[in-house]
């Protein structure tokens, strides 16, 4: 649906509901919404290429005022696992890539334990593409806005597995309250996907002590793979 459609429905709504009360209704009061197109992937452009494209187009949210560079993802695009990220940092936004500062160095090594690379069989990805101020946590209304376009790198990717590298990531794939804590470790289900939940990279450098924790959550994961392609880390 597009940005005008979306304000001659809400229009619409608030002429019949001012009609219905006899004066301006209060549940139209304040400013009208701030509306936006939906994003819409079709059949012509559903390669991983083309969702990035649309992706470097975005200006669905304030985080595109910041940026220096978008950041979709990167990897190869028939993965075996999509890892998903919450947001790029300043490196990132730097280089467009996600995962290239010390994070990523680490997550580099974690994947690498259990026969896992970014060249070879999977795909890295963000809850936003955009770098936050500061690095802080996406707001849900950012998250929300790039919503569309994980699904879209699902949908294209069509990976075996999903590792969530912390809460944000989650939290926000599930449209869940719960976090690392709870579910590090555990094997969900994504729309018939296994999912596999462990620290984010930066959070390990914080806390080192989560480090043998995560250790095993990886071991997890790593035997869920080799239930699905025995051979994948040979």
């Known amino acids: 649906m597009t940005k005008d459609d979306k304000i001659k429905i809400y229009n619409l709504l608030k002429t019949a509901s001012d009609s219905l009360c006899g004066y301006a209704s209060p549940d139209f009061a304040g400013e009208m919404p701030e509306f936006q197109d939906d994003i819409v992937i079709t059949s012509s452009d559903s390669t991983i290429s083309h969702i990035n494209k649309k992706i470097a187009e975005c200006k669905r949210c304030g985080l595109c005022a910041g940026r220096l560079n978008v950041v979709p993802g990167m990897g190869v695009e028939k993965p075996l696992v999509l890892v998903i990220g919450e947001g790029p940092g300043e490196e990132e936004d730097k280089q467009g890539k996600p995962f290239v500062g010390p994070a990523g160095q680490l997550l580099d090594k974690m994947l690498g334990a259990i026969g896992l690379y970014r060249d070879k069989n999977c795909y890295i990805a963000n809850i936003v593409k955009c770098r936050p101020p500061m690095n802080r946590n996406p707001l849900p209304e950012e998250a929300d806005a790039c919503r569309p376009f994980l699904d879209a790198q699902i949908a294209a990717l069509k990976p075996k597995a999903i590792l969530c590298a912390g809460s944000v990531a989650v939290k926000n794939l599930f449209h869940s309250e719960e976090g690392v804590m709870k579910l590090h470790g555990k094997i969900l289900d994504y729309k018939g996907i ?7 990279p930066s959070a390990l450098l914080r806390a080192p002590e989560n480090k043998r924790p ?3 959550d990886l071991k997890v994961f790593k035997n869920l793979l080799l239930g699905i392609v025995p ?3 040979k």
């Not at 296994?194 to 984010?200: K, S």
């Open 194 to 200: 296994p999912v596999v939940t462990t620290w984010h």
């Open 231 to 233: 051979d994948y880390d």
């Open 214 to 216: 995560a250790w095993e």
